[in-house]
């Protein structure tokens, strides 16, 4: 049974300036995304706060990535073009329009930490769950969602953040920044085996970090019910131990139905049960505050659609019991993925 409490106060991060990164003619990772969100921004019109971004300061960028690298950004700057490896690509903006990126999600941090915003959805590009500590990957620039684990750690103090990543690809660069880390929880569902290649589920951390990495690696073809299911009996059961001070969302669209780049069969009623589950766990551990990112997601109609789907959850927030997941044909993975994790969250 589903009981409404009173509406969220909800905020959305998005701008125009989003629309000139330039990766290149035919590139899925295109300036549209942003265009079908800013049209979306403007249909919802007073319903969610809108908050604008400001850039990221150099020091910000470097609590995940080091110097040297955040310059060779800078420099691509000087032209349009420049490959940062065979998927990233750059335009003279790009650096400019990727320290807004990141720092439009602090903006959204920093409303949510003052009590200006309950939750909130940063709507950015470029993404950035693939971006290493010294190089680009995968579409990715910086490494936002990892440099809001970092500020919300050092600003506000938080010793427990979980970031929660549901892009259908998984997010190497964010496992990689914490893998040696307890004070943050990454935690992954992704199509596997895919690109980038990483995120089985014997990848659990290392050093004090062991046991605060949970990948969940789906075959393609999984759908509502699947991810209902593994979220309901395995990322919940393990967020609830780990009692999250802060929710980060690396929220990617491309596990959709109709997306071109994967092979998943998620709807957008799929994308709203799995941010209610996260909203429910926000209120229970960590005070409501939960921010969500934009990472993938290249069908326009299904990218549009799925985040207003999402943006009304976090706006209503139905805190009643979950649907009930089917999802019998992961049974074997998911009863895998609890034997791993077993010893170190006694599921």
């Not at 905020?11 to 079908?36: F, M, N, S, T, W």
Request: proline share 5%.
């Amino acid at each position: 049974m589903i009981n409404k409490i009173a509406m969220a106060r909800s905020a959305v991060v998005i701008d125009p300036e989003y629309l000139k990164h330039d990766p290149g003619r035919g590139h899925p990772e295109r300036a549209q995304r942003i265009k079908v969100l800013l049209d979306l921004a403007a249909e919802l019109g007073a319903a969610f706060a809108r908050i604008e971004p400001r850039a990221a300061t150099h020091e910000e960028i470097e609590m995940c990535h080091v110097r040297e690298y955040i310059e060779l950004v800078r420099s691509t700057s000087e032209t349009n073009g420049f490959a940062l490896d065979g998927d990233t690509v750059t335009s003279r903006d790009s650096f400019g329009v990727g320290l807004l990126a990141t720092g439009g999600f602090l903006r959204l941090l920093d409303a949510i930490a003052a009590g200006e915003a309950d939750n909130g959805f940063a709507l950015v590009r470029p993404p950035g769950h693939h971006a290493l500590p010294d190089r680009a990957m995968g579409f990715c620039l910086f490494n936002t969602a990892a440099i809001g684990a970092q500020y919300v750690r050092r600003r506000y103090g938080a010793e427990r953040v979980l970031i929660m990543d549901w892009d259908v690809h998984h997010g190497n660069g964010t496992q990689e920044l914490f893998y040696r880390d307890s004070s943050v929880l990454y935690m992954s569902t992704h199509q596997y085996p895919f690109y980038p290649g990483t995120g089985a589920a014997e990848e659990i951390g290392a050093s004090e970090g062991e046991g605060f990495t949970v990948n969940v690696p789906l075959p393609a073809g999984c759908g509502d019910e699947e991810y209902l299911r593994v979220f309901r009996d395995v990322i919940v059961p393990i967020a609830d131990k780990y009692r999250p001070e802060w929710v980060l969302v690396s929220a990617g669209f491309d596990p959709h139905r109709r997306d071109p780049l994967a092979g998943m069969n998620v709807s957008e009623s799929g994308f709203a049960a799995i941010a209610d589950m996260l909203v429910r766990l926000a209120e229970s551990h960590a005070g409501g505050r939960i921010a969500l990112l934009l990472e993938g997601g290249y069908d326009l109609k299904a990218l549009k659609e799925s985040v207003a789907a999402v943006l009304r959850s976090l706006r209503d927030r139905q805190l009643g019991d979950a649907p009930a997941p089917g999802g019998a044909a992961i049974e074997p993975l998911v009863r895998h993925i609890l034997r791993v994790q077993e010893k170190y969250w006694s599921l």
